[in-house]
């Protein structure tokens, strides 16, 4: 602990510009604009991470703490909050929302209840929860793969979706239309769980009865319990498995009032069932003839580069509204028009990046404002179930709606994906 607090007096800043905690895995590519949006802000940030080997000079920097072990994690954290206070404390993602919470709660600042937090982490838990407070959810169980599944299928109705309690990004999401799809996809959620360190998460999976219709994605953030919407993204392609890639945000939604409100209802209903407060929420609902159903709702913000679709319909990237937030500084919201999208690049196949064909062409199409792409020539693809990443990201802006969603599709048209088979060498 000494030497916590001699290493905050030494990187003291003598500005006393207000500073943010940031809770971060080491590999989250949402730190990054966490950093950009505190500088706009004028704040200081210290990370805090779960590895000090990282290319990034924040986390390098920063503090490295362990997780798992939450109390001694949060005994480092006030100890430093003390020699210099946090105006705000962020978790990143569901790894790190957990401890954010709990500190912020012992430190006094605004935040969620860690047990509130732990249920939109967990699938099952929050399930559970809904179901119990009268929100729509699909009918659903536990899944011990302790024990042999063919007892504990017994009156399972098909198709049905299996998914891991904690994963995100659709990673380890199957659908099943049978008992023998079930039990093979199982098996391969499995193996991807090998990697999870809790235990009971490690050998459990939720089964649920698979709710078809239109999908959809909502931002929005809590204040002393009351649920602003940010934005609604539409998805225009159909998620019906067995896989379920995410490619085609866009905003606004050209969905009718009146479902917009029943979304906006049905999410606050998850909130308060959950006893989230404060903060970014994260939902994912499917929208058919029954009406709302909630998929997840979690308290966090959108993964990857998509947060910056915001920027379209309030003026400021969507981690500047959280940071603002969190440390009470008010932001004028601003009104857009025309439309705004982004395609997450799917990966077509498992191997080795050669080169992608087609950039140039593609950054021609009309209303596309910028191509990022993450994984670099020579690296390994995986794709769903196992993977959980894509292969960049292309933007635009448009006079529509619709004409966002028609310029991400030419331009996705004109790339070319090359990828080589991956050979591993044969133990003998």
Same mark, same amino acid.
């Given at each position: 602990?000494?030497?916590?607090?001699?290493?905050?007096?030494? @990187?003291?800043?003598?500005?006393?510009?207000?500073?943010?905690? $940031?809770?971060?895995?080491?590999?989250?590519?949402?730190?990054?604009?966490?950093?950009?949006?505190?500088?706009?802000?004028?704040?200081?940030?210290? $990370?805090?991470?779960?590895?000090?080997?990282?290319?990034?000079?924040?986390?390098?920097?920063?503090?490295?703490?362990?997780?798992?072990?939450?109390?001694?994690?949060?005994?480092?954290?006030?100890?430093?909050?003390?020699?210099?206070?946090?105006?705000?404390?962020?978790?990143?993602?569901?790894?790190?929302?957990?401890? #954010?919470?709990?500190?912020?709660?012992?430190? =006094?600042?605004?935040?969620?209840?860690?047990?509130?937090?732990?249920?939109?982490?967990?699938?099952?838990?929050?399930?559970?929860?809904?179901?119990?407070?009268?929100?729509?959810?699909?009918?659903?169980?536990?899944?011990?793969?302790?024990?042999?599944?063919?007892?504990?299928?017994?009156?399972?109705?098909?198709?049905?979706?299996?998914?891991?309690?904690?994963?995100?990004?659709?990673?380890?999401?199957?659908?099943?239309?049978?008992?023998?799809?079930?039990?093979?996809?199982?098996?391969?959620?499995?193996?991807?769980?090998?990697?999870?360190?809790?235990?009971?998460?490690?050998?459990?999976?939720?089964?649920?009865?698979?709710?078809?219709?239109?999908?959809?994605?909502?931002?929005?953030?809590?204040?002393?319990?009351?649920?602003?919407?940010?934005?609604?993204?539409?998805?225009?392609?159909?998620?019906?498995?067995?896989?379920?890639?995410?490619?085609?945000?866009?905003?606004? @939604?050209?969905?009718?009032?009146?479902?917009?409100?029943?979304?906006?209802?049905?999410?606050? #209903?998850?909130?308060?069932?959950?006893?989230?407060?404060?903060?970014?929420?994260? #939902?994912?609902?499917?929208?058919?003839?029954?009406?709302?159903?909630?998929?997840?709702?979690?308290?966090?913000?959108?993964?990857?580069?998509?947060?910056?679709?915001?920027?379209?319909?309030?003026?400021?990237?969507?981690?500047?509204?959280?940071?603002?937030?969190?440390?009470?500084?008010?932001?004028?919201?601003?009104?857009?028009?025309?439309?705004?999208?982004?395609?997450?690049?799917?990966?077509?196949?498992?191997?080795?990046?050669?080169? $992608?064909?087609?950039?140039?062409?593609?950054?021609?199409?009309?209303?596309?404002?910028?191509?990022?792409?993450?994984?670099?020539? =020579?690296?390994?693809?995986?794709?769903?179930?196992?993977?959980?990443?894509?292969?960049?990201?292309?933007?635009?802006?448009?006079?529509?709606?619709?004409?966002?969603?028609?310029?991400?599709?030419?331009?996705?048209?004109?790339?070319?994906?090359?990828?080589?088979?991956?050979?591993?060498?044969?133990?003998?």
């Amino acid at each position: 602990m000494r030497r916590i607090l001699t290493w905050c007096l030494l @990187t003291h800043s003598p500005e006393q510009r207000p500073r943010a905690l $940031i809770i971060a895995p080491h590999a989250s590519y949402r730190t990054g604009p966490f950093l950009a949006a505190a500088e706009r802000l004028e704040m200081d940030v210290l $990370i805090a991470s779960d590895s000090a080997n990282s290319i990034i000079s924040a986390y390098a920097q920063g503090l490295h703490i362990d997780f798992d072990q939450q109390q001694q994690a949060l005994a480092v954290l006030t100890a430093v909050h003390q020699v210099r206070p946090f105006a705000a404390v962020i978790g990143t993602d569901d790894a790190s929302t957990e401890l #954010a919470a709990a500190l912020a709660q012992q430190l =006094g600042l605004p935040y969620n209840p860690p047990a509130a937090v732990r249920i939109a982490r967990r699938k099952d838990l929050a399930r559970t929860c809904l179901a119990q407070a009268g929100v729509s959810v699909p009918a659903h169980r536990l899944l011990d793969l302790n024990h042999p599944l063919p007892p504990q299928l017994q009156q399972l109705t098909y198709p049905c979706v299996l998914k891991p309690l904690a994963l995100a990004a659709s990673q380890g999401v199957i659908r099943a239309d049978n008992a023998d799809q079930l039990q093979h996809a199982a098996s391969r959620i499995q193996a991807i769980l090998r990697r999870v360190s809790d235990a009971f998460e490690r050998s459990h999976l939720l089964v649920e009865a698979f709710i078809p219709g239109q999908e959809v994605a909502v931002e929005g953030l809590l204040h002393a319990d009351e649920l602003q919407i940010l934005t609604i993204f539409d998805k225009p392609d159909p998620l019906d498995g067995p896989f379920f890639e995410e490619t085609y945000y866009i905003t606004p @939604t050209r969905l009718p009032i009146s479902i917009q409100t029943a979304l906006q209802q049905q999410i606050a #209903a998850a909130c308060r069932a959950y006893g989230l407060r404060h903060g970014p929420v994260h #939902a994912e609902c499917r929208i058919n003839a029954a009406g709302v159903w909630l998929l997840e709702v979690a308290a966090r913000t959108i993964g990857g580069l998509c947060a910056r679709l915001l920027q379209f319909g309030t003026g400021y990237s969507l981690e500047e509204l959280v940071l603002a937030q969190a440390s009470g500084q008010p932001l004028d919201l601003q009104s857009a028009k025309g439309g705004a999208g982004v395609l997450m690049i799917p990966i077509p196949q498992a191997g080795i990046l050669r080169r $992608i064909e087609g950039l140039s062409a593609a950054r021609r199409v009309a209303y596309i404002e910028d191509i990022v792409l993450s994984v670099r020539e =020579g690296y390994e693809l995986v794709p769903l179930p196992e993977g959980s990443s894509y292969l960049g990201f292309i933007f635009a802006h448009a006079p529509s709606p619709a004409q966002t969603e028609a310029a991400l599709r030419e331009a996705h048209s004109k790339l070319n994906i090359v990828v080589a088979p991956l050979w591993r060498a044969a133990l003998a």
